[in-house]
């Protein structure tokens, strides 16, 4: 079983930089495709950014390229996004995931609660 605890969101204006961070615990923790996906008021969750268990492999969504980067420490169990050139259509609830489907772009098993990112103009 892994847990994982979303934070790091907060209120920012547009072209501001925010990082989210995703701890996780358990056994095999570190060991997970992490990443995270949003969900904006009104819209389907969709997905933003993954790293493989090494780093060694990240993947990005076509919105997130070029403005978010995706990195983690093992040893810390934690991962991180550091999101720059924030736009207004950024605000959503991120929540961080884990699992092998990451590298798909697809979900994994395991969520975190979620955390507020709101751009402001």
């Known amino acids: 079983q892994v847990q994982l605890v979303d934070s790091g969101g907060g209120l920012v204006q547009a072209g501001g930089t925010l990082r989210l961070s995703c701890a996780a615990s358990?056994?095999?923790?570190?060991?997970?495709?992490m990443g995270w996906l949003r969900q904006a008021p009104g819209k389907e969750r969709e997905f933003v950014a993954a790293?493989?268990?090494?780093?060694?492999?990240?993947y990005y969504a076509d919105f997130a390229k070029g403005r978010f980067t995706i990195s983690r420490d093992n040893a810390k169990s934690t991962a991180y996004l550091q999101m720059d050139s924030l736009k207004l259509e950024d605000t959503a609830v991120y929540y961080c995931?884990?699992?092998?489907?990451?590298?798909?772009?697809?979900?994994?098993?395991?969520w975190g609660q979620g955390t507020q990112v709101t751009v402001s103009s």
């Open positions: 995931n884990a699992g092998p489907e990451l590298a798909t772009m697809n979900p994994g098993r395991y």
């Open positions: 358990g056994r095999t923790g570190s060991y997970y495709t």
């Open positions: 790293i493989n268990w090494n780093g060694g492999h990240s």
